[in-house]
């Protein structure tokens, strides 16, 4: 009885352990929701896409701003955790 007990309590633990080096949700990293020129809430029908990525802006005249120095701005999406939509013609 003792030996049933130590091994059930042995292979719960190991598949405890298992849970601990699972990729989490977490690192899969978020939505973007704001403007990366601006900061406002974004408009999903104005966006540009740039080397494989969409992203989206709060109006027509950030898309503008974002075009003048994309990487920029992409940096700044990335740095803040921010994963971009693949589009398309993503590689």
């Given at each position: 009885m003792k030996r049933l007990l130590i091994v059930l309590v042995l292979a719960l633990g190991l598949m405890l352990?298992?849970?601990a080096f699972a990729p989490e949700a977490a690192?899969?990293?978020k939505a973007q929701?704001?403007?990366?020129?601006m900061g406002g809430?974004?408009?999903?029908?104005?966006?540009?896409?740039y080397q494989?990525?969409?992203v989206y802006f709060c109006c027509?005249?950030?898309v503008e701003d974002f075009r003048k120095d994309p990487d920029k701005y992409i940096?700044?999406?990335?740095s803040e955790g921010v994963e971009l939509e693949k589009t398309s013609d993503a590689k």
């Open positions: 352990s298992g849970f690192d899969a990293g929701t704001n403007c990366p020129v809430k974004i408009d999903r029908t104005v966006f540009a896409d494989g990525k969409r027509t005249g950030c940096r700044k999406l990335e």
